[in-house]
């Protein structure tokens, strides 16, 4: 069974522009949940979508954004990028069932110049 | 919301055990769970413990979880090279009013000295 798929590994863009990561769930999972890693915070929740439905939201602003398709792939979006927004940004795939196992791709190392 | 909590560094030596600690402050928390991450790489997800359980043991890995004090351990027996990595604990308990966020502690670095 296929692993979670992050694309693309690595991203440079400077600031002010706007940039889409996206992510394969494994085959069967409806549940995607987007995270933001840095050195300095460490791994924080940024959001989590269910059925094409958002079913959770952390704490960042309103430039941060996602969506899921029906086949339970998911995009995310920053736009107007800042210099902090250079992180590793992990996507986890899950069933969704209470037990919330979340099973990690690679990550999209973004870095914002 | 949930607070996890784990020490930085461990550093053991090649075929001794390391015992990774954290503590959390949800008493609410269902399910813990430890990470690893290597690097450049995604987290790995080694095994996880149900709130009601005190130990799980899974080949050469043992959580101990006293739901008292909140505080969960992972011990790995026979510390190889291999195991040297970024090692998570994470809760999964109420944040914002939602039970369906995972918060992470900062992680702790081990290291497997030959």
């Known amino acids: 069974k296929a692993g979670v798929t992050q694309t693309p590994r690595y991203l440079i863009k400077t600031r002010g522009q706007q940039v889409t990561l996206s992510c394969s769930p494994i085959?069967?999972?409806?549940?995607v949940s987007w995270y933001q890693q840095t050195p300095g915070q460490g791994l924080q929740f940024l959001f989590e979508?269910?059925?094409?439905?958002?079913?959770n939201k952390g704490n960042f602003p309103g430039r941060f954004s996602g969506r899921q398709f029906s086949n339970s792939r998911s995009e995310m979006n920053v736009s107007t990028l800042e210099l902090g927004d250079s992180a590793l940004y992990l996507c986890?795939?899950?069933?969704?069932?209470?037990?919330?196992?979340?099973?990690f791709g690679s990550g999209t190392q973004l870095s914002v110049l | 919301g949930e607070d996890v909590e784990q020490s930085l560094f461990l550093s053991v030596r090649e075929g001794d055990s390391s015992v990774i600690n954290c503590t959390y402050t949800?008493?609410?928390?269902?399910?813990l769970y430890w990470y690893k991450q290597e690097p450049g790489a995604g987290l790995q997800l080694l095994t996880y413990?149900?709130?009601?359980?005190d130990m799980k043991q899974d080949q050469r890995l043992t959580v101990l979880l006293n739901k008292k004090d909140k505080h969960l351990s992972l011990r790995i027996a026979d510390t190889q090279t291999g195991d040297s990595a970024i090692y998570f604990c994470?809760?999964?308990?109420?944040?914002?009013?939602?039970?369906?966020?995972?918060?992470f502690g900062s992680g702790t670095q081990l290291t497997v000295l030959p």
């Open positions: 994470a809760a999964k308990g109420w944040s914002s009013g939602s039970a369906r966020q995972l918060t």
């Open positions: 949800d008493s609410s928390s269902t399910y």
């Open positions: 413990i149900f709130s009601n359980m």
């Open positions: 979508y269910f059925s094409e439905t958002q079913r």
């Open positions: 986890a795939s899950s069933t969704g069932t209470a037990d919330e196992k979340l099973f």
């Open positions: 085959s069967g999972h409806r549940s």
